[in-house]
């Protein structure tokens, strides 16, 4: 499944509206002049509005999925649409906007 590839910049957040961030992009690929994300590094989740008795926040994501035949630094890249999953909650993340020049399957 073709998916808009994620940056440093886009938009990501938990089911629960909490702002995802990559904590660890990679440098040397850029698209839209920021460097891309892969599924290997975990994502930084903050402001997560699931209370903690309900089970919550979320603390980290981890994407699961994501391109099958485009990579940085032999790990595939976030894209848009791909599978993740948050701890402690076990929702996805979700890429709600990013840069809409360079796709990837």
């Known amino acids: 499944m073709p998916g808009f590839v994620a940056h440093v910049g886009a938009t990501v957040l938990c089911a629960h509206a909490g702002q995802a961030q990559p904590t660890a992009p990679n440098p040397r690929v850029l698209v839209s002049t920021q460097p891309v994300t892969t599924i290997v590094a975990p994502y930084a989740v903050a402001g997560c ?33 791909g599978q993740s999953i948050c701890a402690p909650t076990g929702t996805p993340m979700s890429v709600l906007v990013s840069q809409i020049r360079v796709k990837a399957t």
């Open 49 to 81: 509005t699931l209370p903690p008795p309900s089970g919550g926040p979320c603390v980290t994501g981890q994407w699961l999925m994501g391109a099958v035949r485009v990579f940085a630094g032999g790990a595939p890249l976030v894209i848009q649409g």
